[in-house]
């Protein structure tokens, strides 16, 4: 059962697809893999009623030792780092591709500190859990569901009317 808005809803497994976008994986790293896991899981199922916005950060993090995730690269003023979480930002950009043109107003976005392969060039959103994050306002008349899976090569995220 997924909620909308703190109230259960029962969507139709059936709705109809508005969009999919998928991203290659090309880092393959234990720990990366499973941060994209983890997100992928905490995302899928998530509806998004009209009139309301989306946050990545909220929905996914705080990408923690604690919260299950390993140490993958981020980077941090162009270079590389390793850190909990690392990988994480694939699946918001993949995210960010999937909804960009299905009728969403997007509220926050940011572009990485230095080129990312799995999109194209400024098509990214990274995330900062406390202090960058991707953002979308539903401005349809019906609600949206996310849907997202990862394995070792690739990130999918499928948007459904509900």
Excluded: W
Aim: charged residues 25%.
């Amino acid at each position: 059962m997924t909620h909308i808005c703190g109230v259960p809803y029962n969507y139709d497994e059936d709705a109809s697809t508005l969009s999919t976008f998928s991203t290659k994986v090309y880092t393959k790293t234990a720990d990366r893999l499973k941060n994209l896991s983890i997100v992928c899981d905490r995302i899928s199922g998530t509806v998004v009623a009209p009139g309301e916005e989306f946050s990545y950060n909220d929905t996914c993090g705080p990408y923690n030792k604690e919260n299950g995730f390993g140490k993958a690269t981020i980077f941090v003023n162009g270079e590389d780092v390793q850190e909990y979480g690392g990988g994480v930002c694939q699946l918001s950009s993949t995210l960010y591709n999937a909804v960009k043109d299905i009728g969403v107003d997007i509220t926050e976005r940011h572009n990485h500190s230095k080129e990312v392969y799995y999109v194209p060039k400024n098509q990214d959103a990274t995330e900062s859990y406390g202090s960058l994050d991707f953002k979308f306002k539903n401005l349809n008349t019906y609600p949206i569901r996310i849907e997202a899976n990862s394995d070792e090569n690739k990130v999918t995220v499928s948007i459904y009317k509900v």
